[in-house]
């Protein structure tokens, strides 16, 4: 194993590494469509609903805006589909308009370039896997948890993994390359060789950010969905549709692939508080797959 040190020099903390990531940058093709679209005038909230769900940096700009101190909201907005409807399309040209200066990716071939490409395809999968877990709910679940919310918190889910890749790009690439050579998850490589992880680093952005806390704390805890307690079962199904997310992204990939059962092991965890029997996973996967397929060939760039 790379040393620590090898890799990113002194440890730093999470008030260091907070201090100089900024915001998350949006995907300069998704601000090129939303100027586009902001132009029609027949355009509705939710065609950009739609355009925005497929960014998290974006996304999470947009939320942060929505729950700024500017607004001064008597509750806090936990979706996209609440953001989008309370800012309304001018305000969001607006903000579309002020965004500038990003680095091109989706297209490229090299490494930065895949690794990017690999972190906002895993965002959106996990997002849609999300929906498909809470879908699956009994009625009162569902409403308790929220489509809406479930899929902006699989949307967010890796926006520490953004931040890292602003501001400590050389490091997030390396621990990709890592991860991918190994054939091990990049969370696992990443509490090896960092005093904190992108689950702690997002977590902290997005309560920077004025998020609300049920968001921060499944960004928080979806790798260990037990710890949550503000809403147990909105990190348990992020934590499972993420886990989904790999398992089917990983599966035609090198190395030998992780069966269903072991999907099963790795997700038990999750589908406790969701009171998902083990016998239904495997229909969930199913569904999951072919949103999958359906979102990412529909969203291709």
Not at 38 to 65: F, Q, S, Y
Not at 194 to 219: F, K, R
Request: proline fraction near 6%.
């Amino acid at each position: 194993m790379t040393s620590p040190n090898t890799l990113q020099g002194p440890l730093e903390s999470l008030e260091q590494i907070l201090a100089e990531c900024g915001d998350p940058l949006p995907l300069p093709q998704v601000i090129f469509r939303i100027g586009q679209l902001t132009a029609n005038p027949k355009a509705t909230a939710a065609d950009l609903e739609r355009l925005i769900g497929i960014d998290p940096a974006l996304a999470a700009r947009v939320l942060a805006l929505a729950n700024s101190s500017y607004y001064s909201l008597a509750g806090q907005i936990s979706s996209l589909h609440e953001a989008v409807v309370f800012l309304g399309i001018k305000t969001l040209r607006d903000m579309a308009v002020t965004i500038t200066g990003f680095n091109q990716f989706l297209g490229r071939g090299d490494t930065p370039a895949l690794a990017r490409r690999a972190l906002w395809r895993h965002s959106v999968d996990t997002a849609q896997c999300a929906r498909v877990v809470i879908g699956v709910l009994p009625a009162t679940a569902r409403e308790t948890v929220g489509i809406d919310q479930a899929y902006t918190a699989g949307l967010l889910h890796d926006i520490g993994k953004l931040a890292l890749d602003h501001c400590r790009h050389a490091l997030f690439v390396s621990l990709m390359q890592m991860a991918r050579v190994q054939h091990t998850r990049y969370h696992m490589i990443e509490a090896e060789v960092m005093p904190v992880g992108h689950t702690q680093i997002g977590a902290s952005q997005a309560h920077l950010w004025n998020l609300p806390p049920t968001l921060c704390e499944a960004i928080a805890y979806h790798h260990t969905p037990k710890a949550a307690t503000l809403s147990p079962k909105l990190t348990a199904a992020v934590a499972l549709a993420n886990e989904i997310a790999h398992f089917l992204e990983d599966a035609p990939a090198g190395g030998t692939p992780v069966t269903l059962d072991e999907l099963l092991d790795a997700c038990r965890e999750s589908m406790l508080p969701l009171r998902i029997r083990p016998e239904a996973l495997e229909g969930i996967v199913r569904t999951c797959r072919s949103e999958m397929e359906q979102g990412l060939s529909a969203l291709a760039f």
